[in-house]
């Protein structure tokens, strides 16, 4: 067994993307995700759905990233999997995959939380440099929007976060207003391009220091475009841009503003963004410019670990091999899982 830079194969199926990876170490030796397709005419993720193509992904998957990476499973030191937050029935394939061929080769079980696996991808071993230890971390997902203190691999604390819809959701939401497809937030990335940010304003839920809330948000962006739909049903065709460029505005600086009073209030010297809206063209762009204003270095991770991915989990899970930190069989999978 090589302990320090053990053979880890992580698995990843916390809602609709059927995800395996392949690490040695902290570097990623194969990093595939089947995403699904399934459930865009449904504009979101139908959980039942989302089971049955787990099922039917998970296999290919896993021989996919065992092959691109050139490691026999025979040469697996561990299986790590993703033990929660998620939806039950996808959480449960994974797990249950992984715990089965984790007994039939005789080697460790490795349980990771979703959410610390998207804060360690900043980890990874690859040609983007790692945040030091403390760092705060704004971690911005389809069900989740916190910030959180990381003080080590395995130690970090929720600062804050959302009280109702999540930063993901609230792009899904004000994307399936607009009649845009599942998963709406890519889409209003791209119109926003070419928009005026400031052209429409739309009200700031007030919500504790570090809390946020998106719900009230979507309520005023759809009264908004009721009415002006009364006066021009062509409204949102002909200003779609603008319209997509002031809805990100208004969620990416609300997103900001609380980042920077906890940079304030921590006093850190480096920040990140992690999760599925970290891919989000102007929070990247608007992180870099808090990092020049607070003093502090900007970090985001490589395209392909913002959205769900397994070689997250495999690095949150690197860590755990190193402090001997197994599973169980026993363990079932746990939704709302907290860290
Ligand atoms: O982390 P993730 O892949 O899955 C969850 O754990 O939820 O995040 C998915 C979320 C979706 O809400 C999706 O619309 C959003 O991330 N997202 C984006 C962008 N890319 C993905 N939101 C805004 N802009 C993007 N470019
Ligand atoms: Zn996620």
């Known amino acids: 067994m090589n302990e320090a830079n053990p053979i880890i194969l992580a698995i990843e199926s916390s809602c609709d993307d059927t995800s395996a990876a392949v690490l040695k170490g902290k570097k990623v030796l194969a990093n595939k995700t089947a995403t699904q397709g399934v459930h ?36 697996l030191e561990a299986i790590a999997y993703t033990q929660g937050p998620g939806l039950l029935g996808s959480l449960l394939v994974g797990g249950t995959f992984a715990k089965t061929m ?10 990771v939380n979703h959410m610390q696996g998207h804060i ?3 980890l990874i071993e690859d040609d983007f440099s790692s945040p030091e230890f403390p760092f705060l971390c704004l971690t911005v997902s389809g069900g989740h929007t916190q910030i959180v203190l990381v003080k080590s691999s395995y130690e970090m604390e929720i600062l804050g976060e959302t009280i109702d819809d999540a930063a993901g959701e609230a792009f899904d939401k004000a994307a399936k207003i607009m009649d845009l497809p599942y998963p709406g937030g890519p889409l209003i990335d791209k119109n926003a391009k070419d928009g005026d940010a400031l052209k429409f304003s739309f ?22 475009l009721q009415k002006e739909m009364k006066k021009n049903d062509q409204f949102i065709k002909e200003n779609l841009n603008d319209i997509c460029a002031s809805i990100q505005h208004a969620i990416v600086e609300t997103l900001i503003k609380k980042l920077k009073l906890a940079i304030e209030e921590t006093k850190v010297k480096h ?10 063209s102007s929070l990247r762009s608007r992180l870099f ?17 913002c959205t769900d991915n397994a070689g997250m989990i495999g690095i949150a899970a690197y ?9 169980s069989i026993e363990t079932v999978p746990n939704p709302r899982l907290k860290f």
Do not use: C, W
């Open 102 to 111: 984790a007994m039939s080769l005789d080697i460790p079980i490795i349980e």
């Open 40 to 75: 865009a005419e449904f504009g979101g993720v139908v959980p039942e759905l989302a089971s049955r193509a787990h099922l039917q992904n998970i296999i290919p998957v896993i021989d996919q990233a065992l092959k691109e990476a050139g490691v026999d499973k025979k040469d």
């Open 319 to 327: 860590y755990k091999f190193l402090e001997s930190e197994f599973g």
């Open 120 to 122: 360690l991808s900043h």
């Open 271 to 280: 920040i990140a963004i992690a999760g599925g809206v970290s891919a989000n």
């Open 203 to 224: 009200t700031e839920a007030k919500v504790g220091k570090f809390e946020f809330s998106f719900s009230g948000l979507k309520t005023s962006f759809l009264y908004f």
């Open 289 to 305: 410019e808090l990092a020049k204003e607070t003093n502090t270095k900007a970090h985001i991770p490589d395209f392909q670990y």
